[in-house]
């Protein structure tokens, strides 16, 4: 690729607000997460059997993994803005 071709580098603006959205999806997925282990407490054990056969359950497992193999990532992103900043 040429540097013609690449997209120019992000500003300290933009990565700050890049880090801004992304520490907000993350936190609401913490919370959700939360959310979902509470209300499968309620549920009697045939009706969480129930769900966690279901594909949905199956897709949002998924998405937990994705999630955890993201951290990494943005670990590091988190680690470039505190460079930006200095």
């Given at each position: 690729?040429?540097?013609?071709?690449?997209p120019?580098?992000?500003?300290?603006?933009?990565?700050?607000?890049?880090?801004?959205?992304?520490?907000?999806?993350?936190?609401h997925t913490?919370?959700v997460?939360?959310?979902?282990?509470?209300?499968?407490?309620?549920l009697?054990?045939?009706?969480?059997?129930?769900?966690?056969?279901?594909?949905?359950w199956t897709?949002?497992?998924?998405?937990?993994?994705?999630l955890?193999?993201t951290?990494a990532d943005?670990?590091?992103?988190?680690?470039?803005?505190?460079?930006?900043?200095?």
């Open positions: 690729m040429s540097d013609n071709d690449r120019p580098d992000l500003d300290q603006e933009q990565a700050r607000l890049a880090y801004t959205i992304i520490q907000s999806l993350l936190e913490r919370v997460s939360d959310l979902i282990a509470l209300m499968a407490q309620t009697d054990q045939d009706t969480t059997k129930a769900l966690t056969q279901t594909p949905v897709a949002y497992l998924d998405s937990r993994r994705s955890e193999r951290h943005v670990e590091k992103f988190a680690e470039t803005m505190k460079t930006l900043s200095d």
